[in-house]
């Protein structure tokens, strides 16, 4: 069974930092692309970035490019998300997400979020 | 950036009709579109990828159309398990965009 638990959610302080991390198993992890996807408290979905099987390939949307960093360590079945300077429009449940295929973007399994809260 | 448009934002159904939710995109996303369910509390479900193939074990009550700009989720008869938001999301680039939402409501 497929599996994707996030952790390292909290609350912290604007212009502060945070990682998160998931856990996947149930899978063949360092076979696919994985994503973080957000999702602010009573809003849609916001993807925030895709990194590839190895690592090589990494992509962002404009609001986070150079405040975040998503890596992997496929040694460990790893996705992590390493949050810098902090808004409080970063507010949001982070979703872990796998890749159906390769660029192919669509997500096939999610994680149950972890919430992250951007406050003073 | 692809901005995908969904509608109606509320649509209010009774149990064992049908609901028709729609997405548009900017522009032309080819096939590239996915259909989402999230009910409260929980992650998002894959329910239709390539516009119109279903994910694994989704009934086949729950069908996807259309190809371009313009998309249609189709619930031919919803039951309660159903009422839920839906979300589009279109893959056609690299940067993925989702729709507002279309909130399925208990008439």
């Known amino acids: 069974e497929v599996q994707l638990v996030e952790s390292g959610g909290g609350l912290v302080q604007p212009g502060g930092s945070l990682r998160l991390s998931c856990a996947a198993s149930?899978?063949?992890?360092?076979?696919?692309?994985m994503s973080w996807v957000r999702q602010a408290p009573g809003k849609g979905l916001e993807w925030v970035a895709n990194?590839?099987?190895?690592?090589?390939?990494?992509y962002y949307v404009d609001s986070v490019k150079g405040r975040f960093t998503i890596s992997r360590d496929n040694a460990k079945n790893s996705l992590y998300l390493q949050m810098n300077s902090l808004r409080a429009e970063d507010t949001a449940v982070y979703y872990c997400?796998?890749?159906?295929?390769?660029?192919?973007?669509?997500?096939?399994?999610w994680g149950q979020g972890t919430l992250v809260t951007v406050s003073s | 950036e692809i901005v995908m448009t969904q509608s109606p934002a509320t649509l209010s159904v009774s149990p064992g009709e049908r609901a028709t939710l729609s997405c548009r995109a900017s522009?032309?996303?080819?096939?590239?579109l996915a259909w989402y369910q999230q009910k409260p509390g929980q992650a998002p479900r894959l329910l239709i990828y390539?516009?119109?193939t279903r994910a694994t074990g989704i009934p086949a009550r729950f069908s996807g159309s259309g190809s371009g700009t313009e998309f249609t989720l189709t619930i031919s008869s919803l039951q309660s398990e159903d009422f839920a938001v839906y979300y589009c999301?279109?893959?056609?680039?690299?940067?993925?965009?989702f729709g507002g939402g279309t909130k399925v409501e208990i008439k």
């Open positions: 997400a796998r890749v159906t295929d390769d660029y192919v973007f669509y997500f096939d399994y």
């Open positions: 149930g899978f063949t992890f360092s076979s696919y692309w």
């Open positions: 990194i590839k099987q190895d690592g090589s390939e990494k």
């Open positions: 522009q032309s996303v080819s096939s590239n």
């Open positions: 390539g516009a119109s």
């Open positions: 999301q279109q893959y056609n680039n690299w940067l993925l965009t």
